[in-house]
C-alpha cells in the first residue's frame, strides 16, 4: 500500500531554516509527480510546491518563490523541500503528495495520496 511519511519540522525563528523530507513506498516513486501542500491554522489546505517524475521541473507557489527549495532522491524515494528565510505566516501543517502522473499540476485537487502531515512553527 502505498505510504507517504513527512518528517523534518519543527520550530523555527523567522529568518530561520528546516528541511522537510517525505518518505515514499508502496509504488514506483520515480514514475510520478510530488508535492507539498500546507494547512496554516484556520485555513484551508494550500498547493505550495511540485516537482516533476524524474526531478527536471518544479513550481512554486508565488509566496515561497525564491526561499523554498523542492527536490527529490528517486533513488532513496524520498522527496524534500528546503525551507529558508521562515516567516511566521509559514506556519502550517505540511504535507507530502502523491500525483496521479508525472506532472504536479498545482492543485491540491489532482493528488491521490496523502502523507500525514508534519507541523512547522515560525515564531521568536
Known amino acids: 500500500q502505498v505510504q507517504l511519511v513527512e518528517s523534518g519540522g519543527g520550530l523555527a525563528q523567522p529568518g530561520g531554516s528546516l528541511r522537510l523530507s517525505c518518505a515514499a513506498s508502496?509504488?514506483?516513486?520515480?514514475?510520478?509527480?510530488m508535492s507539498w501542500a500546507r494547512q496554516a491554522p484556520g485555513k484551508g489546505l494550500e498547493w505550495v510546491s511540485g516537482?516533476?517524475?524524474?526531478?527536471?521541473?518544479?513550481y512554486y507557489t508565488d509566496s515561497v518563490k525564491g526561499r523554498f527549495t523542492i527536490s527529490r532522491d528517486n533513488a532513496k524515494n524520498t522527496l524534500y523541500l528546503q525551507m529558508n528565510s521562515l516567516k511566521p505566516e509559514d506556519t502550517a501543517s505540511y504535507f507530502c503528495?502523491?500525483?496521479?502522473?508525472?506532472?504536479?499540476?498545482?492543485?491540491?485537487?489532482?493528488?491521490?495520496?496523502w502523507g500525514q502531515g508534519t507541523q512547522v512553527t515560525v515564531s521568536s
Open positions: 503528495a502523491k500525483a496521479y502522473s508525472d506532472y504536479p499540476r498545482p492543485t491540491i485537487y489532482e493528488y491521490e495520496y
Open positions: 508502496g509504488f514506483t516513486f520515480s514514475n510520478y509527480a
Open positions: 516537482i516533476y517524475s524524474n526531478g527536471s521541473d518544479t
